[in-house]
């Protein structure tokens, strides 16, 4: 569509789902992980944004719904690539001011199905203090608005002290003040990341002046297996409640029972019940499975190490013993004949 065309100015082109993969090595140890960024182009230039929060709710549904189709096979697809979205950073436009009703509506929609987290940015187009009043009006609008963002959670009498230290640290940055830049340039002799102002210098790793660091040592480090582990316990399963629910509900319309005498009857919502959880111990029992699979593989591969190694351990010492045997004297008859002329 060409948005220079008058006649056709006054269609919105609306939000769209771009979805990029990028392969990182997390430490020096070679820790690999598989990155897929999802950007929404488009969202929020719309009068009515109706339809980009349908398209944004879509897009991680249909990936819920690849997991539930996934898990109905008989027989599982191998090569079955888990797409679900673990973490949206919802980017606030740097006004100095608290949310907008955009950002509420969306939000709300967004946190029944993945783990949102509130960010600043271009937060260097605002004064440390704006950066402090906009992230106390923020949260303040989050809490008064029940918005359910991932807050870093912890648990002071179950967690360590680390742990509740480091989260307590995290929860109190939020939302997070973030700087982006594509520019390296030399500070002192160092490269760093940075945007260049004829007053100075904003380096995006520099925690005074962006809460960058934190949340991707936070995002790819501390807090990766967790966001995880939410998504799937329980964002993951209340939609898959949900959906199944709505299955059977929809199964007994078609046979002529009414929803209404559906939810009144005891027996029916017993039964549904009964039908979910054995559902959810089917799949503790294949987690369960694939985990004994799992670590009885690893036992083996470590025994054969074992093994190759003993091997080896015995080999060498053989040699070592051939290379260190003492060579007797041999004795000659002659000897033997001299020394008895002797007596």
Known sequence: MDADDPTTA??????????????????????????TIVDTPGFGD???NEASFHEIVSFLERQYDDILAEESRIKRNPRFRDNRVH???????PTGHGLRELDIE???????????????????????????????????DIEHYRIPVYNFPYDIEEDDEDTVEENAELRGLMPFAIVGS???IEIDGRRVRARQYPWGVVEVENPKHSDFLAIRSALLHSH????????????????????????????NEASGITTESDSLDPQSLASQ???LKEEQLRREEEKLREIEIKVQREINEKRQELLARESQLK????????????????????????????H
């Open 224 to 251: 990766l297996a967790d966001l995880k582990e939410i998504t799937h316990d329980f964002l993951y399963e209340n939609y898959r409640t949900e959906k199944l629910s709505k299955s059977v509900a929809s199964a």
């Open 273 to 275: 019940s009964v039908r």
């Open 87 to 93: 973490v949206l950073l919802y980017f606030i436009q």
């Open 46 to 48: 719309s009068i009515d």
């Open 10 to 35: 006054h269609i919105e082109e609306g939000v769209k789902i771009k979805p990029v993969t990028v392969e990182l090595e997390l430490d020096e140890e070679g820790t690999r992980v598989s990155l």
């Open 106 to 140: 969306l939000m709300r929609r967004l946190s029944p199905r993945v783990n949102v987290i509130p960010v600043i940015g271009k937060a260097d187009s605002l004064t440390q203090y704006e950066v402090a009043e906009s992230k106390k009006l923020i949260m303040e």
């Open 182 to 184: 594509e520019d390296v």
């Open 315 to 342: 080999e060498l010492e053989s040699r070592m013993g051939r290379e260190h045997t003492p060579i007797q004297p041999s004795v000659h008859e002659d000897d033997e004949t001299d020394a008895g002329a002797q």
